[in-house]
């Protein structure tokens, strides 16, 4: 522990504050932290959190998400501007025009999106439950948003619906290519390819297991193999050492690195803890309305 992490350990304790931090979050931030996840067991943990004040080492649409599950309490982000740039990617009026076309819609909405498209949508699902949702709605026609390679890799899962997509996906994920991808499997040609669904189609059919943050996590860690290819954001590669430091983890070249994820530093940490100040707030029709696919999400996910 530096004296950053030892100073956030007390205050935290002094302030009974939880940390929350996501598998991209820095190294030295998930080392401090409470409860390291993916979206869907922080989602989870935040809702049954029992804390004064929940600080979320995430990006807004993670922090807003936990203040929709816990109005009455204090929520705050170490940096107000992480953001995830998938969240706003759904145009004005789309999901309107989809439910005027199809009677028994459901719009299913990636967690990965804001507060305003998730009181339109009908349930929320993370990228480790999407497909076991979707399979177990009643309805027959599926608007997936806003990420197109999650709604596609749904679709391809569950080939009893139609499963129609947004047009919308994440800057990080999508920028990994099958060239890259198949390069970096030259040099390591019996390591397995762990992928996160949100990259590529191109990227997902060149490999051998696509899940969650979470989901990759546990496949390397009981795997025999020793050597993998991780198709993700590189801040995985934290806990994939912590849990099998004795095998190896190679990435596409560039790493992929989320830079709002990353704006959760310590220093970032130990100043909102210091001033309690980047305080989420969500408007509050918008918050119950939200509140409801979100709570449906834990209700079919269990
Ligand atoms: P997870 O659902 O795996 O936590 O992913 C969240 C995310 O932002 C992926 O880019
Ligand atoms: Fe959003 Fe992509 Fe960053 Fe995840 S990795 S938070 S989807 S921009």
Redesign the pocket.
């Known amino acids: 522990m530096n004296n950053k992490q030892t100073e956030i350990q007390k205050l935290k304790k002094e302030k009974n504050a939880v940390i929350m931090a996501?598998y991209?979050a820095p190294a030295e931030v998930q080392e401090v932290a409470d409860f390291v996840g993916?979206?869907?067991y922080l989602a989870k943990a935040a809702k049954k959190s029992t804390a004064d004040i929940i600080v979320f080492c995430g990006v807004s649409f993670m922090g807003e998400s936990a203040k929709i599950l816990n109005p009455d309490k204090k929520v705050l982000m170490p940096d107000l501007k992480a953001d995830?740039p998938m969240a706003h990617m759904v145009a004005p009026g789309k999901i309107e025009e989809m439910r005027s076309r199809f009677d028994d819609l459901a719009v299913v909405c990636y967690i990965?999106s804001t507060a305003e498209l998730k009181a339109q949508s009908d349930v929320c699902v993370?990228?480790?439950n999407a497909v076991s949702i979707v399979r177990a709605l009643p309805n027959q026609n599926i608007f997936f948003i806003p990420d197109r390679n999650l709604g596609r890799f749904v679709a391809e899962q569950v080939p009893e619906k139609k499963v129609m997509v947004n047009d919308g996906c994440?800057p990080i994920?999508a920028a990994v290519t099958a060239q890259q991808l198949q390069k970096i499997k030259t040099e390591h040609p019996d390591a397995p390819v762990l992928t996160?669904p949100?990259c590529e189609p191109e990227v997902l059919a060149l490999s051998d297991f696509i899940g969650?943050?979470?989901d990759i996590i546990r496949y390397a860690a009981n795997s025999p193999e020793k050597e993998f290819i991780i198709c993700t954001?590189d801040g995985v590669d934290y806990k994939l050492r912590t849990d099998s430091p004795h095998k190896q983890f190679f990435y596409p070249d560039p790493r992929p690195c989320c830079v709002d994820m990353k704006l959760n530093t310590l220093d970032s940490l130990l100043r909102v803890l210091q001033k309690e100040d980047n305080e989420v707030t969500v408007d509050e029709k918008k918050s119950i309305d939200a509140s409801e696919p979100l709570d449906r999400m834990l209700e079919l996910a269990r």
Do not use: L, Q, V
């Open positions: 996501h991209y993916d979206s869907f995830c990965n993370t990228s480790s994440c994920h996160h949100e969650s943050t979470a954001e």
